[in-house]
């Protein structure tokens, strides 16, 4: 009976078949041998046309390699390896190692070789250099270890190179990888200054940690072989600065470490030397510190106190009587000097200092108004700010006789009337006896001497007696009456005891006191007051009239009869106020004067108050009168009319107005 055959397992019927008759296998398409190299399937045989009996048997399939793969590297576009700078020849750097999906036991398939077929400067190939350096590195073709070829890396020249390997089959297929070499740097630079030389200022009054300067280096080198650190390694003896290091910018900082004194002489410049270094290297530069002085220092006066001897006061305007010299420790114009008196020591700007510090009188002395002075003398520097500095100069004054005896007290002697003489004069309330003073000193006054001169006129109303101990008495020798006259000016020549002498004539008034010896009588006052549109203040209408030839009496000043409503009456002086905004008319009153001794007499008193209108006041005109006061101008003569009357009349006339048209309301003496 015929067999029929079957085949099962993964890949029948899609990769495989078998023809059911004569049992031959076939492919059913191209198969690969890297995606699968064995098959294993079971093929089943059955008799009587594949309904009979079955038997089977396990079936292999080796799929035979072709060389149909070329190598690759699994890195092909990031493969990456590092090498010191300055390694030797042979040193590796890398493995660049590919794969073939070929089979390796079959031939030659996947037998790899390695070669470089390109090497680059990996700055240039990204704008598509040129490849270069061919020779730098080697690679075994076999293991596809990457070696330095030859020595020389530097990778300040270069810093990366781009290595491109081929690798190549037994079949004769190849591929290629790129690998990128970073050339690790090796600190074979020394830093060094940007700058050959430098220069900086400071001043003195610079603040601590203050910034001196910057400095920049730069090293060839990367990374911590770059990171660079400052100091001061000479020059600095004392240590007055330190430098602060910012490593990785690779940039120092000079700053002040203690105060300066520019007046300390090694002080005022410094030659320093700096470093820079980074691990294993390092360079120097020659700094020039130079320190510019600050206005630290006042001028100082050596004395600064200067006692002078004496000087006569009446020494002349422009003599020169010090001469004093400051110094100051600074420099430049923060040393220069000007000198001054400070105002408060000469006010009256009595004396003068020159430039020189040549002290001289500028204005006549007086030791009477100052025995003694004091003088600040002011140094100030022109630094900024300006600084000062002072002394005193003691300057005492020698009198000279240039002052006479004058009275000890404002004397005010009162000699009563009606008292007979002799009388001894009182001079005040204590003392009966005339003293003087002198303002020059003790050797240049007392004793006083005291004389009336000879063509004294009132000689017989008066005697002076010298009591030749420094005081006079003056006597009165008659009865006086001060109603004939109030007072007497008596000159007093007085004489001190300085050499030469000095001699003044004072006068001295004796004032005839008052009795009350005369009755007062009553008199008649005629006051005119203007007001305007019915307005006018609260004024002082002048005293009451009551003549009476005494001047001394206390009187006492009421209303007769009725009391007039807008007038008030001071009952101890006499004033007359008339009242605020009084309407205006003519007011008629009487006051009853008394004094105790003497009968009443009453008084009257007329005031006249007139309204002004507008027109007059806007017409109004000045008039000035010459070699009159006001009182001649309103007092009476006699039996005759008043100037103000004379004058109404002569502009009513004028004017051709009644005289009530006529008003003068302002009256004053001018000068």
Not at 186 to 200: E, G, Q, W
Request: glycine share 8%; aromatic share 8%.
């Amino acid at each position: 009976e015929a067999l029929r055959y079957s085949l099962h397992g993964q890949g029948a019927e899609s990769e495989f078949i078998i023809d059911e008759v004569s049992g031959k296998i076939y492919a059913q398409r191209t198969l690969d041998r890297e995606e699968r190299a064995v098959w294993r399937f079971v093929v089943l045989a059955t008799d009587e046309g594949g309904e009979g009996l079955t038997g089977f048997t396990d079936v292999i399939i080796n799929v035979w390699d072709i060389n149909d793969n070329a190598p690759i590297f699994p890195c092909a576009l990031s493969c990456h390896g590092d090498v010191a700078e300055n390694s030797v020849m042979g040193t590796s750097v890398m493995e660049m190692t590919a794969t073939d999906l070929d089979d390796s036991a079959v031939g030659q398939n996947a037998v790899l070789s390695y070669r470089i077929v390109g090497s680059m400067d990996a700055t240039n190939a990204a704008v598509g250099g040129v490849p270069t350096f061919s020779e730098m590195f080697t690679i075994n073709p076999i293991t596809g270890t990457i070696t330095v070829g030859l020595g020389g890396l530097d990778r300040e020249q270069v810093e990366s190179y781009l290595i491109v390997v081929e690798a190549r089959d037994g079949g004769g297929m190849a591929g290629t990888g790129t690998a990128t070499i970073q050339v690790k740097d090796v600190n074979d630079h020394a830093p060094r200054f940007t700058d050959h030389s430098c220069l900086a200022r400071i001043s003195e009054n610079a603040e601590l940690n203050a910034e001196v300067l910057e400095l920049v280096a730069e090293d060839g080198d990367t990374g911590e072989n770059a990171q660079l650190t400052f100091s001061v390694v000479a020059g600095d003896q004392e240590q007055k600065f330190y430098m602060v290091s910012h490593k990785q910018e690779q940039r120092g900082i000079l700053k002040l470490k203690k105060r300066l004194d520019y007046e300390r002489h090694s002080e005022q410049r410094f030659n320093l030397t700096l470093k820079v270094e980074d691990l294993d290297f390092s360079s120097f530069l020659h700094c020039v510190v130079e320190v510019e002085d600050y206005n630290d220092h006042a001028p100082v006066f050596i004395p600064h106190f200067l006692s002078l001897a004496p000087l006569s006061e009446d020494i002349s305007v422009g003599t020169s009587v010090a001469h004093l010299v400051a110094s100051d420790s600074d420099s430049g114009q923060n040393r220069e000097i000007t000198y001054s008196l400070l105002e408060d020591s000469d006010p009256d700007g009595l004396f003068t200092i020159d430039q020189s510090g040549v002290i001289s009188v500028a204005r006549p002395l007086d030791r009477e108004k100052s025995p003694q002075h004091h003088l600040v003398v002011i140094a100030t520097d022109h630094g900024f700010p300006p600084l000062i500095g002072s002394a005193t100069v003691q300057l005492p004054l020698l009198d000279i006789n240039d002052n006479g005896p004058e009275f000890e007290a404002a004397y005010a002697p009162i000699v009563f009337e009606n008292v007979a003489g002799p009388q001894v004069v009182r001079l005040n309330q204590t003392s009966t006896l005339l003293r003087a003073v002198d303002q020059d000193s003790p050797e240049n006054g007392p004793p006083f001497h005291f004389t009336v001169p000879p063509e004294y006129r009132y000689s017989n109303d008066f005697y002076l007696q010298d009591n030749l101990n420094g005081t006079a008495t003056i006597t009165a020798l008659r009865t006086f009456d001060r109603e004939r006259q109030k007072e007497f000016l008596l000159p007093i020549v007085m004489s001190d005891s300085g050499h030469p002498a000095r001699t003044v004539t004072s006068t001295l008034t004796v004032t005839i006191g008052d009795q009350n010896d005369h009755p007062h009588v009553a008199g008649e006052k005629q006051i005119s007051i203007n007001s305007h549109r019915g307005r006018m203040p609260t004024t002082v209408l002048g005293k009451v009239y009551a003549p009476d030839p005494d001047d001394w009496d206390n009187k006492t000043y009421v209303f007769e009869g009725h009391m007039p409503s807008y007038f008030i009456l001071n009952k101890r002086t006499g004033f007359l106020i008339i009242k605020e905004n009084t309407p205006p008319g003519t007011y008629q009153f009487q006051v009853r004067v008394s004094d105790g001794a003497w009968p009443d007499a009453v008084s009257t008193v007329t005031v006249h108050v007139k309204e002004l209108r507008d027109d007059a006041i806007y017409n109004s005109g000045s008039l000035r009168l010459a070699d009159i006061t006001a009182k001649e101008f309103l007092e009476l003569r006699g039996k005759q009319r008043s100037r103000y009357e004379l004058l109404v009349d002569f502009l009513s006339e004028m004017l051709s107005v009644p005289p009530d048209g006529v008003n003068i309301f302002s009256l004053m003496d001018v000068r």
